[in-house]
């Protein structure tokens, strides 16, 4: 029998696709250990969008002239390609939008007010972006249903023996949850949850932002509802993302944003609505953004997501494990086994704006706040952490000097 081995990913390779890392930042290479916050971009995307803008732009489904029709081809061919990205059945089920924020409020709004009201259950997880706390929580409080949220565990997995005492006997609408944490790195159980969620006939929301960079994703074996999605944090641009749905709940939703190319007919009477995901996309969209995600999304299949988390965990553990000799640090998530490429720490009496700093005077770009993650900053004790993440480009060697920077941290301030 042929063994097919498994593609290894070559960061120090793929790098020089990245015209970020020709410079220094403060007279040292670039370490970028912050891509969960966005990602840099490689030529070949931004070829795609200069092409683009070059040969063939001009606005989508209105104009009659060749250039309109192959801006359009453009745009549709870069929804066929970010649906096969999922494996969703049909790419009438993606609609494009500004990215993962904008998905998840559509869902919230557009669903919610429609379909929540008292006696019912909103259930998000102590793990959620205010992405995907906020909109539920807002549409829960406008509607009158119930907000409740999955406690975790100490290692920051949810705590999924839970489930049915907080959901009770009351009606659970929606579980809103994400694939992949973005304080913690912590990948969620969402086939589960899925299933849990509709036994007791309710949605599953996936927030997969920090999922669909790092991580194979296919819809139909999440069995989820809704994922959404930002293109800007998986190597393409900026402004553009997409929400899958499942076409037959998207057809009996109401619209979002109203306008232009959503409508079938308007009159003074009443507008009636196009079809999905015509439906969705109101006004002019972002068309070379959508064409760039296409691009993003050919560049990451040709490299291979299975490669990229492989590298990523590598990494990770590497991270976990230099950094435990620093004393007095305190390291939060799950184990490497269980976690995407993301590592969230803090230094005992170092406050993690004076760490980045020091790590930022190294070359060494990392993150310090409370990632918009505020229950979770109460649920650790902390108002903010430091957070290093990496990607398909970042080197071992940014990871060695990443735990150097957090042991000079500690000898400046300690
Ligand atoms: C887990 C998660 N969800 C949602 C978002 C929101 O993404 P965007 O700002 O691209 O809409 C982010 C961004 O950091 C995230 O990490």
């Not at 732009?57 to 929804?79: P, Q």
């Not at 790092?214 to 393409?236: E, N, R, T, Y």
């Not at 291979?304 to 965990?313: H, K, S, V």
């Amino acid at each position: 029998m042929a063994v097919t081995e498994r593609k290894k990913l070559d960061a120090q390779k793929l790098r020089a696709d990245f015209p970020i890392f020709e410079q220094e930042i403060n007279g040292k290479p670039l370490a970028y250990l912050d891509s969960a916050v966005t990602s840099q971009k490689p030529r070949q995307v931004l070829e795609a969008l200069r092409t683009f803008y070059e040969t063939s732009y001009a606005n989508v489904h209105r104009g009659v002239y060749t250039l309109s029709e192959r801006a359009t081809a453009e745009y549709e061919g870069a929804r066929e390609k970010v649906a096969r990205f999922v494996n969703a059945p049909s790419a009438r089920e993606v609609v494009f939008l500004r990215g993962a924020t904008e998905g998840l409020n559509l869902v919230a709004y557009a669903w919610g007010l429609d379909n929540l009201g008292p006696g019912d259950v909103v259930l998000v997880t102590e793990l959620e972006h205010h992405s995907n706390f906020v909109p539920w929580q807002y549409i829960a409080q406008r509607t009158g249903a119930e907000f409740r949220a999955i406690p975790l565990d100490d290692h920051g997995e949810l705590r999924l023996d839970t489930l049915d005492e907080i959901a009770g006997s009351e009606q659970v609408k929606v579980v809103a949850n994400n694939l992949v944490s973005n304080a913690l790195g912590t990948i969620n159980p969402v086939e589960r949850l899925s299933a849990w969620a509709h036994e007791r006939g309710a949605i599953m929301v996936v927030d997969a932002a920090q999922a669909a960079p790092h991580h194979p994703i296919d819809v139909q074996a999440l069995g989820c509802d809704f994922l959404a999605f930002s293109a800007h944090k998986m190597c393409g641009p900026t402004s553009v993302g997409a929400l899958w749905g499942r076409q037959e709940i998207l057809e009996r939703m109401a619209p979002f944003n109203l306008g232009g190319h959503m409508i079938r007919a308007v009159n003074l009477e009443r507008t009636t609505w196009g079809q999905v995901p015509a439906k969705f996309e109101a006004g002019t969209q972002p068309i070379a953004e959508a064409v760039g995600f296409g691009a993003a999304v050919d560049y990451l299949t040709g490299i291979g997501l299975d490669a990229i988390e492989e590298y990523e965990q590598e990494l990770a553990a590497q991270a976990l494990e230099a950094l435990a000799d620093v004393p007095g640090i305190k390291l939060y998530g799950p184990p490497p086994e269980r976690r995407a490429g993301i590592v969230s720490f803090n230094l005992e009496g170092v406050h993690p704006h004076d760490v980045a700093q020091v790590l930022d005077m190294r070359g060494v770009a990392i993150r310090a706040g409370h990632h918009c993650c505020q229950p979770l900053m109460a649920k650790l004790g902390v108002a903010a952490t430091n957070r290093a993440s990496f990607y398909l480009y970042s080197l071992p060697e940014e990871v060695d000097r990443l735990a150097e920077g957090v042991h000079e941290a500690r000898r400046l301030f300690a």
